[in-house]
């Protein structure tokens, strides 16, 4: 498996974040391995400051390592939070207005590359995918705990797999003879429920995904999180968000698109009275996506769909 800790969508995300227009402070909420974060404060004015928070405490050792001079000279500052807390965090830091924020929700490189997290399934390792792993439900208890209907329903309604029910009643028969417990497993499983086909995805990779987000809860409070944080962007800031699965993508258009409209009203009714004010405008009517040169030198690129807002 070819793999790459180039951050993803670098040059699209810069071009949307413009971090050169602005100081201040800016945040990327799922720091990783720094990559983001080194060319933000590269582009940005000597004044400006970022906050790298990151659930994953082996990303923030990571990306300290990346950052190391630019955390000495006060300009990083590193919380190991779950992104979703970072109104909170804002709070407690009394930072009152931000200047930009970056998410990339994927898994990164750094966790699919370390086979004891459990991740991927081109490396054999405990099937554990916690991106926090102070958490306590793993892959692993999910796969040997729900019932089969719960675990055919937890893997299409997170992955849109269309084989979801022929998947769990195997893996409920295979856990009957002996506990799933290893990465290669339950790859090797899926293999064998689903019926041959072509194409580039893996048999496992959906089902893979809808584990790790029921894992980590990835969905959940979502887009009440980028409506929070867009109330803490300057006028003129930018929210900048990558996201790789449609689920996902389909949250934030959706919460963007609310941010946009002045009215929340029911349709039939004939004078407004939500009092909604328009919060913000849309950079990209259309999810941005990576050329194929980009894909070529990181295949994690390929699912990719990035899209930006900015604060009216």
Request: net charge positive; charged share 30%.
């Amino acid at each position: 498996m070819t793999t790459t800790h180039e951050p993803v969508l670098l040059e699209e995300a810069m071009h949307y974040l413009a971090p050169g227009e602005r100081d201040g402070v800016f945040v990327d909420c799922t720091v990783g391995g720094g990559g983001h974060a080194a060319e933000i404060l590269r582009r940005a004015g000597a004044s400006a400051k970022l906050l790298g928070i990151d659930v994953d405490k082996a990303a923030i050792k990571a990306a300290r390592k990346a950052l190391k001079k630019e955390e000495k000279a006060g300009r990083v500052t590193f919380l190991q939070r779950n992104f979703k807390e970072l109104p909170e965090a804002l709070d407690e830091l009394k930072i009152e207005r931000v200047s930009g924020v970056l998410a990339d929700l994927g898994v990164s490189s750094l966790q699919l590359e370390d086979q004891k997290r459990g991740f991927s399934f081109m490396r054999d390792g405990p099937l554990d995918m916690r991106m926090n792993q102070a958490l306590g439900t793993t892959a692993a208890d999910l796969v040997n705990t729900l019932h089969e209907r719960a675990l055919s329903d937890l893997i299409f309604e997170f992955s849109e797999e269309p084989f979801a029910r022929r998947i769990a009643r195997t893996l409920v028969e295979e856990r009957a003879k002996k506990p799933i417990k290893r990465t290669l497993e339950l790859r090797q499983i899926v293999e064998r429920a689903k019926p041959p086909q072509g194409g580039a995805i893996h048999p496992a990779t959906k089902t893979f995904q809808a584990l790790r987000i029921a894992v980590n809860r990835e969905l959940d409070g979502l887009a009440a999180w980028i409506d929070k944080t867009a109330e803490r962007l300057s006028p003129g800031a930018r929210m900048v968000i990558l996201s790789f699965h449609s689920l996902e993508d389909r949250l934030v258009k959706h919460a963007f698109q609310y941010l946009e409209r002045t009215c929340v009203c029911p349709p039939r009714q004939p004078q407004c009275e939500c009092g909604k004010v328009r919060a913000a405008k849309i950079l990209t009517k259309r999810p941005v996506e990576p050329r194929e040169a980009e894909i070529a030198r990181n295949p994690r690129a390929r699912s990719a769909k990035l899209r930006a807002c900015e604060r009216i």
